[in-house]
């Protein structure tokens, strides 16, 4: 049998002492940065609507180098490639955020613009219903008289989709395209199951802004100076108008500057505002 020397035993110990070493810093560095995220107590919230998904790629690989989960509103849209937003050329980005753990919510199928209310009268009382004109899909483009239920059908067709490219429930939420609502189109959207998101005033990133006039070295540094506990954060996963990408520019560069400020980014279900709703409203 071959004998093993004391220096060679104390060098393997001394190698196992050094691996444990690191392991339980690893272990604590770990720890840290756990009771920090749950300890965080300046919450930010940031949201992607649809667009072309031309950045769609590039957002997933700096939300996941950044260990920041978001809320995607979600809408069929016209995009670069596939079959649209919802189609099932996505279908595999989609179900890829769901794993990591981002959430989903709708943005109306056909990705709705709210006009205005018209008000009908019947005999027992009062009814409203709203021109609403489709930025995509087959009614692109054409002004509708819908009633609450039709829009409703509208919020619900995009989460049935979401849910069935990803096997996950969408939340109880919804956001107009554009921002756009009336007091009651909140009412009766609220009446079937869905509370309206926007976004606050320093929120709104400027990804849709012309770059010629909006560059994103000045989007970034407004957003830095802006932003604050609380608030809800709004881009787009691609916009055809703009000429330089915010996405590529701004996005990776703000996510990190938001943290060096104390930030941290939830779910948009864990905001106070919405928190309650979401609870006892979840279909999960």
């Known amino acids: 049998m071959q004998r093993i020397s004391p220096?060679?035993?104390?060098?393997?110990?001394?190698?196992?002492?050094?691996?444990?070493?690191?392991?339980?810093?690893?272990g604590n560095l770990h720890s840290a940065f756990s009771l920090a995220r749950e300890t965080?107590?300046?919450?930010?919230?940031?949201?992607?609507?649809t667009g072309h998904m031309g950045v769609a790629p590039y957002i997933a690989e700096v939300l996941n180098r950044q260990d920041v989960k978001v809320t995607f509103f979600v809408a069929n849209e016209l995009t670069q490639e596939g079959d649209g937003t919802l189609g099932q050329y996505w279908?595999?980005?989609?179900?890829q955020r769901a794993?990591?753990?981002h959430s989903f919510a709708s943005h109306t199928m056909d990705h709705v613009y709210w006009l205005?209310?018209?008000a009908t009268h019947h005999t027992t009382k009062p009814d409203v219903q709203f021109w609403v004109k489709p930025s995509a899909g087959p009614m692109k483009g054409q002004r509708m008289l819908w009633d609450a239920k039709s829009y409703c059908a509208s919020i619900l067709q995009a989460n049935e989709r979401i849910k069935a490219l990803t096997s996950k429930e969408p939340l109880p939420l919804f956001r107009a395209p554009g921002g756009k609502t009336s007091p009651a189109l909140l009412t009766s959207s609220k009446a079937c199951g869905y509370l309206h998101v926007g976004w606050s005033d320093a929120g709104?990133?400027?990804?849709?802004l012309p770059s010629e006039r909006f560059p994103s070295a000045m989007l970034l540094k407004k957003s830095l100076a802006n932003i604050k506990s609380e608030d809800i954060l709004m881009a787009h996963l691609g916009i055809w108008s703009r000429k330089d990408p915010w996405a590529t520019s701004v996005l990776e560069?703000?996510?990190i500057g938001l943290k060096e400020r104390g930030f941290c980014f939830k779910t948009i279900e864990h905001h106070p505002k919405y928190a309650a709703w979401v609870s006892t409203h979840s279909s999960q």
């Open 7 to 26: 220096s060679v035993v104390m060098r393997n110990k001394s190698v196992r002492w050094v691996v444990l070493g690191l392991l339980m810093i690893a």
């Open 40 to 49: 965080c107590n300046k919450p930010i919230y940031l949201t992607f609507d």
């Open 91 to 95: 279908q595999k980005w989609w179900q």
């Open 99 to 101: 794993q990591e753990g």
């Open 116 to 118: 205005s209310d018209e």
């Open 204 to 208: 709104f990133l400027g990804d849709e």
């Open 253 to 255: 560069p703000l996510i």
